[in-house]
């Protein structure tokens, strides 16, 4: 077992191709996405674990027993449903209050792919309702997905992004054309949220401009265990806010 930054993780493979429509699976498109953002990220000296093409996504086969210094990641899907159904979409935790990081990255990859918003959502265990999520609205309820809802028993914060729908030719075609960019929009989003990239996004330098000059930096806690600085530093980054450990 190691020690990684993040998971990222493609939806179903290990015999499970997903969603099928339009000549593609969606295990095979997830992977090409997968390859290319794990290789950006890696170029960027980051440490992440992936699932191996003969493992699936779920926690139990495997991310139990490795250890993660941001407990976060995601896991890459295709939806599926009618061929006119369109859009982009993010599942996340239904008890996570901090979605500023997903709700940034949701509207990017539509906006690349000149497709909807679908939004970032949760869905309910039991009563399978899906709602929209908004920034620290979370609750507390059990998650319907099997992948969020077993990450979040290990105490890790595990998001789905539907990219778009492989029953829709024309998104299918959409991110064909415009993978590499999706790819970069989702290392970037991982970048700025490890602090490791000065990518223009919406996180604003905690510090005070006076007229004649002066700058005021705010100092949020003191930890001797590194892993609750962490955890700190992880939940300002989400609510807009850049953080540094020092």
């Known amino acids: 077992m190691a020690n990684y930054d993040i998971f990222l993780l493609r939806g179903h493979g290990n015999g499970d191709p997903g969603a099928c429509a339009n000549g593609y ?26 699932n191996s093409k003969t493992q699936n996504n779920y926690v139990t086969n495997c991310l139990v027993g490795h250890t993660f210094n941001y407990k976060f990641g995601y896991t890459i899907h295709l939806n599926s ?13 239904i008890n996570e209050q901090y979605i500023n990081t997903e709700t940034k990255l949701c509207k990017e990859i539509a906006n690349i792919l000149g497709i909807p918003t679908r939004g970032v959502k949760s869905r309910d265990y039991n009563s399978e309702a899906t709602h929209l999520r908004l920034e620290k609205d979370g609750s507390k309820g059990t998650d319907y997905y099997k992948e969020i809802r077993q990450s979040w028993q290990n105490g890790l914060s595990h998001s789905i992004i539907e990219l778009c ?65 962490i955890e700190l530093q992880k939940k300002l980054i989400k609510d807009g806010y850049k953080a540094i450990i020092k």
């Open 81 to 93: 449903a009618s061929a006119a159904a369109t859009g982009t979409e993010i599942f996340v935790p």
């Open 25 to 50: 699976t969606e295990e095979n498109l997830a992977q090409v996405i997968l390859d290319r953002v794990v290789e950006l990220l890696k170029g960027k000296g980051v440490k992440v674990f992936t």
């Open 165 to 229: 729908f492989i029953s829709n030719i024309n998104d299918v075609k959409q991110l064909l054309n415009n993978k590499e960019k999706v790819c970069r929009i989702i290392a970037n989003n991982i970048l700025v949220y490890l602090e490791k990239s000065t990518y223009p996004m919406e996180v604003q330098e905690n510090k005070v401009n006076k007229p004649d000059g002066t700058m005021y930096y705010v100092q949020v806690g003191a930890f001797k265990d590194k892993a609750n600085a």
